[in-house]
Every structure is written in C-alpha cells, then in structure tokens.
C-alpha cells in the first residue's frame, strides 16, 4: 500500500515538474514551483526505493540507484538553471532553457518509457522509443534556447 502512494506521489510531482518546468521555459516566475515539484518527485522515488530495497534483487538495486542519481542530477541541472541571473541576456537564457530543457526531455522520456512499457512491449522497442524521444526532445530545446525569457 505505502509503494503504491509513493509511486503515486512520485509520478504526480512528476507531471507537475513537467508542466511547471515547460512553463518555467518562458516564465522564469514559475521556476519555484517547478523546482519545488521536481525535488518532490526525487523524494517520492527515494522513499518509494526504499520501501521496496529488501525485496528487490541486484538488478532492480542497481536500477533504483541510478534512477537516484539521476533524479539528483536533474535536481542540480534545476538549481544551477535557477543561479543564472539577468534572464533577459540571450547567452544567461540559453544556459537556463538548455538546463530546464535537458530536464523536461528526461521526464518526458520517462513517462514515454513507463508508457511504452506499461502496453507490453518489449526492451528494446522501449530503448529504440526512448532514444527517439529524446533526440526529438533535444531538437526542440536547442531551438527554444537562443529566446529571452521574461521574468
């Protein structure tokens, strides 16, 4: 019961990183509740990890932890996009819609990946997808970069 809640909260806090991060892409005043709803999602994984450490076996263990540490690299990635000042600079936006960005493109290819395999498809049509996703991903954020974002 506590796994499910957690994975719950934990995709909930995901949907909303990603739709405050997207508007956080044009409107830097959104980018605390983005932020705020991406630590959430970190802490909702780690708490759901944990209830599940003991019962899971190596793999799933070596999974979990790198789902850790990249949910902590896209909280760092957020924060560093938070430290840029003067948002009007086209060079301080670019760093800031390439740091969001890189971000909104890992969650959005999470959610297509647990999609994909929530339908029964197997790895490496999940893997081919993904890496799809995320170059198209990519290619939208490289062109959203060179814009100024308006406090």
Known sequence: MWRTALITLHAAAGLLAFVTGCVAMFRRSWFRPYLGSLIAMVVFLAAAVAAD????????????????????????????????????????????????GF???????????????????????????????????????RRLRARPVPV
Not at 53 to 77: E, H, I, K, S, T
Request: glycine share 10%; aromatic share 10%; net charge positive.
């Open 53 to 100: 450490w003991a019962a899971a076996n190596m793999a799933l263990r070596v999974l979990f932890a790198g789902l850790g540490v990249l949910g902590v690299y896209l909280v760092w990635l957020a924060v560093q996009a938070g430290r840029v000042v003067g948002p009007t600079d086209p060079a301080l936006s670019s760093r800031y819609r390439q740091r969001i």
């Open 103 to 141: 971000t909104l493109v890992a969650l959005f290819v999470g959610f297509v990946a647990i999609a994909i395999l929530d339908i029964g498809a197997p790895s490496w049509v999940v893997a081919v997808v993904a890496a799809l996703t995320a170059a198209a991903g990519h290619a939208v954020v």
